[in-house]
């Protein structure tokens, strides 16, 4: 009676805490995430393509190979089809909300039933950096490795083939969703086989073993072959800015920088209190059950249940999160990715483990708390942003159809940096700062000749912004119809007069809104 009070009380904070986590959804307008504009802006640019819109097609390609960032911009462009985006990207945030915490318990209760609390310990890694950096696919990707790992890992206790078809069904959505998601799926399918030989087959040999890797191999074969035309094509990309030293790799180990959002400071202390209280449940487990008789002498249940798996798997992404450069293939903050899954896998091995009572106590008390004040910290950054976009948007009753805008973002906001895209979710309006479009693994991609960085210049980097409108509009033979400006400060610079000067004498201001938002309109 009493562990089931336990499992309902755990149980109760779980749900509670998930809704928690819902009420911004509800309560504000638009979750703004960094990247969540591009994102969805793209999203209602594919419908337009599909549906032959003549702006968009002048300047944009649906790419004919089937791209891995694929997933997200599915889910929001078909629900924008019927709702309105902003809502759509709603629903696409709601769903990982509930969905990702439920399928990781869901393969934890699998693996402990009396663990299932230990759950609660993934709450914090829900609004993580790639939320708020705004990484749909990325948060698809990740969901959908927790579904696959809870349906697909039990049935390697049995020889049926039902659980290849359900890898190659996965292997696929991952590969669409997150190639990093897709590679680790990989490699955890393939240590459950090589764990399972070795325990349950050992005596069949290497050709048995040879033997047994042929279903796998054919179940992820159309993922993998997909996977290496990709990478055939952008493994050697230009390489990013030089990796960091080791010091600071294990800065963003210990104060777990893929679950800090907005500063640096407070939030690596709220990161450093999750950090130190894993590794205290992880080392005073492993501790308590290093006194018995090792696994590895006398494990006899499922292969997914052994501590020495998921010690494993974290073990790998903790290796691959100190080598593995953080830009490769034109995708960038690799890094932190591993970092979440290391912690993830951390959490899951804890599970496996015989844990005291004050371990049972302490994880609902101190997680439950550092929830409600990490999300009181959050919500006025949250309305702040969604104020921010509000007032942004009042832009697009001004703006007439089929019209290309230029953002000339000044901001010093690093979350404002694609802010403007959501003006073209909501008309026909072409909006030039689309960096997904200039991306080489988006379903999207300028058409030659027309990618506006290359036209008009450094518009949509670091200050000062340079922006040759003359130059776009004779080469594309397209006028830039409006000009918005945010955060506008003076500076004293070749191209800030130039823009200056530009506006003064071919365009009309028609909004001012308390000088931090102006637009014009070309005379």
């Avoid at 993580?128 to 696919?137: E, I, M, T």
């Avoid at 249940?305 to 830009?327: E, K, N, R, S, T």
């Avoid at 919500?379 to 009042?394: F, W």
Wanted: glycine share 6%.
């Amino acid at each position: 009676m009493i562990n089931e009070n336990k499992k309902y009380v755990s149980g109760f904070i779980f749900y509670g805490i998930i809704l928690l986590l819902l009420w911004p959804i509800f309560s504000l307008t638009y979750i703004f995430t960094h990247d969540g504009p591009a994102h969805v802006y793209n999203a209602c640019l594919i419908g337009r393509i599909i549906s032959g819109n003549i702006l968009t097609a002048d300047f944009i390609n649906l790419k004919s190979f089937p791209e891995p960032n694929w997933t997200g911009h599915f889910i929001i462009s078909v629900l924008s089809s019927f709702i309105k985006p902003y809502v759509a990207e709603k629903i696409f945030l709601g769903l990982y909300i509930i969905l990702f915490p439920i399928f990781f318990r869901r393969l934890l209760k699998k693996i402990n039933k009396e663990n299932g609390f230990v759950a609660l310990l993934v709450l914090p890694f829900i609004f993580s950096y790639f939320f708020f950096g705004g990484l749909y696919n990325f948060l698809a990707g990740v969901t959908a490795l927790f579904a696959g790992l809870s349906i697909i890992l039990p049935l390697f206790e049995n020889n049926g083939e039902r659980k290849y078809y359900w890898i190659l069904g996965f292997s696929l959505l991952l590969y669409f969703s997150h190639l990093l998601a897709f590679g680790v799926f990989v490699i955890l399918i393939t240590l459950a086989l090589v764990f399972t030989f070795m325990i349950k087959k050992r005596k069949e040999g290497i050709r048995g073993f040879l033997f047994s890797l042929v279903p796998l191999f054919l179940s992820l074969a159309p993922s993998l072959l997909l996977a290496s035309v990709y990478f055939s094509n952008k493994l050697f990309a230009p390489p990013g800015p030089s990796d960091v030293t080791l010091v600071k790799l294990i800065e963003f180990l210990v104060y777990i920088s893929s679950i800090i959002t907005f500063q640096y400071y407070p939030e690596n202390g709220y990161a450093l209190v999750i950090f130190c209280f894993l590794m205290i449940l992880l080392i005073t487990s492993l501790i308590r059950n290093s006194k018995k008789q090792a696994e590895s002498n006398r494990f006899t249940g499922p292969i997914y249940q052994m501590p020495h798996y998921w010690a494993l798997a974290a073990c790998l992404m903790l290796l691959f999160f100190f080598v593995i450069p953080d830009q490769a293939a034109t995708g960038g903050v690799i890094k932190f990715r591993f970092e979440l899954f290391f912690f993830l896998f951390v959490i899951i091995w804890i599970s496996t483990l015989q844990l005291s009572a004050w371990q049972k106590f302490s994880i609902p008390f101190i997680i439950s708390g550092w929830m409600i004040l990490k999300f009181i910290y959050y919500q006025p950054i949250m309305k702040s942003l969604n104020d921010d976009t509000k007032q942004a948007m009042k832009i697009t009753s001004l703006i007439k159809e089929n019209s290309i805008l230029l953002p000339l973002n000044y901001s010093n906001n690093w979350m404002h940096t694609n802010l403007f895209n959501y003006t073209g979710t909501v008309k026909n309006i072409l909006v030039l700062d689309n960096y997904e479009a200039g991306m080489p693994h988006f379903p999207l991609e300028w058409k030659k000749g027309r990618n506006p960085v290359a036209l008009l210049g450094s518009f949509n980097g670091r200050l000062p912004l340079c922006a040759d409108i003359q130059n776009f509009e004779k080469n594309t033979n397209h006028n830039i119809d409006y000009i918005v400006t945010w955060n506008y400060n003076p500076l004293d610079d070749s191209c800030t007069t130039s823009i200056k000067n530009t506006l003064d004498s071919n365009y009309d201001l028609i909004l001012n809104d308390n000088d931090n938002l102006k637009l014009y309109k070309r005379k």
